[in-house]
Structures are given as structure tokens and as C-alpha cells.
């Protein structure tokens, strides 16, 4: 069983800064890439950024330029730090970790932490 457990979310003005964090834990071989992917109000589930092992990055065209996703692998723990908010960086936000176990591969996701940012 892998665990995946997003913190960090809450209410900021527009301009402002939060930085999320993503801890995976259970039986983890090894980890693959990381991401951050958020639920907008009545809109489906979008990419935000990822993180391969190797610490190359892909980000949505929407947030390139404010925020920044990192890992600690030691740690097993990815952030995503956004600055310049924006209100349509509301949404739920949730932390998706790819990697294996000791025989299989797993793909799994957290339960979200909500992003509030007021105009």
C-alpha cells in the first residue's frame, strides 16, 4: 500500500504565496515522477507541473513563470511553490506519485488540499 498525503493549501489574496507539500510513504522501491495536478471549480482535473527522478520538470502553460515544483527523494516529498496567485489558481489540488513497489508498479494519488485565492 502506498500513501500519499498533500498539506499547505488554504485562503491567500491574489498576489500572494503558498507552497504545497506531497509526503508518499508505504512499500516504495523506488520513486518515478511526481506531480501536481488541481480540480478547478466545476471544470475537470488539469496538469499543473510535473518531476521525473532525474529532477526534469514540465509545467502547465498557465503557471510556467510562478510556480516551482521540487522533491526531496530521502524525504520522499515533493513541493510545488506558488507564487503571484491568481484567482483561477482556485481549485483542489492533488499530488500524484508513479513508482514501484518491490514487484509491481503503483500510480497513486492523495485525497486534495484546497486552494482559495480571492480577487
Known amino acids: 500500500q502506498v500513501r500519499v498525503v498533500e498539506s499547505g493549501g488554504g485562503l491567500v489574496q491574489a498576489g500572494g504565496s503558498l507552497r504545497l507539500s506531497c509526503a508518499a510513504s508505504g512499500n516504495i522501491f523506488r520513486l518515478d515522477t511526481m506531480g501536481w495536478y488541481r480540480q478547478p471549480p466545476g471544470k475537470a482535473r488539469e496538469l499543473v507541473a510535473t518531476i521525473t527522478s532525474s529532477s526534469s520538470t514540465n509545467y502547465a502553460d498557465s503557471v510556467k513563470g510562478r510556480f516551482t515544483i521540487f522533491r526531496d527523494n530521502t524525504k520522499r516529498m515533493s513541493y510545488l511553490q506558488m507564487n503571484n496567485l491568481k484567482p483561477e489558481d482556485t481549485g483542489v489540488y492533488y499530488c500524484?506519485?508513479?513508482?514501484?513497489?518491490?514487484?509491481?508498479?503503483?500510480?497513486?494519488w492523495g485525497q486534495g488540499t484546497q486552494v482559495t485565492v480571492s480577487s
Open positions: 500524484n506519485v508513479q513508482g514501484s513497489k518491490t514487484v509491481n508498479s503503483f500510480n497513486s
